[in-house]
Structures are given as structure tokens and as C-alpha cells.
């Protein structure tokens, strides 16, 4: 009995070295592991704070280098977690690295955003055809450029809201008078005729309305007369509006009028518009 006890007992030894020496292999930690799926999600705030919410992921990642585009310092910033940064006016390439828990690096991955943190004063405009394409943005001598007729009003104001689509500070603020004629408008004439080209046939102009959407006519006038309509029924928001003039390559504009609404009574509705361009 004595014998049989002895040798279950060295038996029992055996075994547990064994399984101890199977405890200590270490050698899964000499495989890597890469993040995979790796992305980045930019929220923008569009209050003119120029606060940006940076959200990295990825699978397999516990951590993320994150360089912010404006040559702020780097952040690090653990998986499942996001980091505010406040920008100025502009635009901007943030750019993230992950990194495994063991300490493996993806590739980079990048994304763009446009932040609007304040408006932007207008340097220029310009009607003469002889210096360039038409390009009208709103400065102090803005409203000069524009008659009312029938008896709308218009005046330079500040942007009622700066976002992405209308960063400008000063904007045209139309006013649809009560009583106004039904065919009121805003008539712009240029010192010399425009020629429409391949390099300048689309008539552009930023819109804002509050209160109801609006029908915008552009009655062109020159060796050929046509009016264009386009609507919109966005609010609270800058809106541009394209008008397409390639059907009338090489002809020439003399004048312009605008319309909002034409041939319906005036309420005396308010509504904005900025930023008139011809362009290619």
C-alpha cells in the first residue's frame, strides 16, 4: 500500500510542473495586433463658436494620436472618447493614428472641415466688365449698385447668419412693402456689356429667408432678353441659387433685375441675399 501511495503521489508532482511550464509560455505577446476600420467623425458647430466636437474609432484600437490641423499641440485620446478643439475661420485637415494595446500603429486617416468661428469682411466687388468677371459682395457701397422699383426698399445689414454657405458680415436685406407694385424689383446696370462665356455663364446669388419661401426671377437684359426663375423653400438658412446662362454663350447683359416673388401682392416680407457672381 505504502508503494502504491508513493508513486501516485510523484505522479501528482509531475503533472503540476508540467502545467506550471504551460502557465509561464509567453509567447502569444510576440503576436501584433493592428486597428482595423479606423475613422474619424468631426461634429461643426454652426453657432459661430468655431467649436468642433473630434470623435476617432476604430476596432482593435485603445488609442488615438490626433493632430488637430491647426498647429495646436497633438492629443491623445482613448478609444470610446472624443476632445473639443475651437478653431478660427477656415479650413482645416485633422489627421488620427491608432494604436493597439500592443502598440501597433495604423496608417493615417484624414478628414477636412470648414469652420465658421466669425464673419468676413468683403474686400471687393466689381460691374465692370473690363477688370473682370461680375463679382458682388456686400461693403459699405453695396446698396448705390441696386435701384428699388415699385416700391421695394433694400439696404445693406449684418448677416442675420453666418454659416458654411455665407460667411460674409454685411448682406442686403430686402423689404417687400406693403402696397409695393407686383412687379417690384432691384435693377443693377453695368457700366459695359457683359459677354457670356463658357468662363462666366452661371449667374449665382446667395439667399435667406425666415419667414416663407420665395419663387427668385432674374430678368436678363441685353442683346437678348430671358428671365430665369429658381425657388427655394429653405429657411433660416443661406441658400445659393444657380442660374444657368450657358444656352446664351455669346451673348451680352447690359442689366439685371431681380424679383422675389413676382406678380404676387408685397406683405411686407423680409428676406436677404448676398454674394451675386458670374462664373464658369
Known amino acids: 500500500m505504502k508503494k502504491i501511495l508513493i508513486s501516485s503521489f510523484v505522479f501528482l508532482l509531475i503533472g503540476c510542473e508540467k502545467a ?12 501584433t495586433i493592428s486597428p482595423t476600420n479606423v475613422a474619424v467623425d468631426t461634429q461643426v458647430y454652426t453657432d459661430n463658436s468655431g467649436k468642433v466636437i473630434i470623435t476617432p474609432s476604430a476596432i482593435g484600437a485603445v488609442s488615438f494620436t490626433v493632430d488637430k490641423g491647426d498647429e495646436s499641440p497633438i492629443s491623445t ?8 478643439n475651437f478653431y478660427d475661420t477656415g479650413e482645416y485637415t485633422i489627421s488620427v493614428i491608432a494604436e493597439s494595446l500592443t502598440g501597433d500603429k495604423s496608417n493615417q486617416v484624414s478628414t477636412d472641415i470648414f469652420v465658421v468661428s466669425t464673419c468676413v469682411e468683403e474686400l471687393e466687388e466689381n460691374i465692370d466688365s473690363e477688370v473682370g468677371n461680375l463679382l458682388i459682395e456686400n461693403i459699405d457701397q453695396y446698396n448705390s449698385l441696386f ?5 421695394i426698399s433694400s439696404t445693406p445689414v ?4 453666418a454659416d458654411l454657405t455665407n460667411i460674409s458680415c454685411l448682406v442686403e ?3 417687400m412693402n406693403s402696397g409695393c407694385s407686383t412687379f417690384a424689383g432691384l435693377l443693377l446696370t453695368f457700366p459695359n ?3 457670356i462665356s463658357e468662363t462666366s455663364n452661371i449667374f449665382s446669388m446667395n439667399v435667406f429667408f425666415t419667414d416663407r419661401s420665395f419663387d427668385v426671377s432674374v430678368f436678363f437684359i441685353g442683346s437678348e432678353n430671358y428671365e430665369i426663375v429658381q425657388t427655394s423653400d429653405k429657411l433660416n438658412q443661406w441658400e ?3 442660374f444657368d446662362l450657358s444656352p446664351y454663350n455669346g451673348e451680352t447683359l447690359k442689366r439685371v433685375i431681380l424679383y422675389f416673388d413676382k406678380g404676387e401682392p408685397c406683405d411686407d416680407s423680409v428676406l436677404y441675399f448676398d454674394q451675386i457672381k458670374l462664373k464658369s
Open 240 to 242: 445659393t441659387l444657380n
Open 193 to 195: 456689356n457683359y459677354t
Open 173 to 175: 436685406q430686402v423689404t
Open 20 to 31: 506550471s511550464d504551460d502557465l509561464r509560455d509567453t509567447s502569444f505577446a510576440e503576436t
Open 158 to 161: 449684418e448677416n442675420p447668419k
Open 77 to 84: 485620446v482613448d478609444n470610446g472618447y472624443s476632445i473639443e
Open 147 to 151: 435701384t428699388s422699383i415699385g416700391g
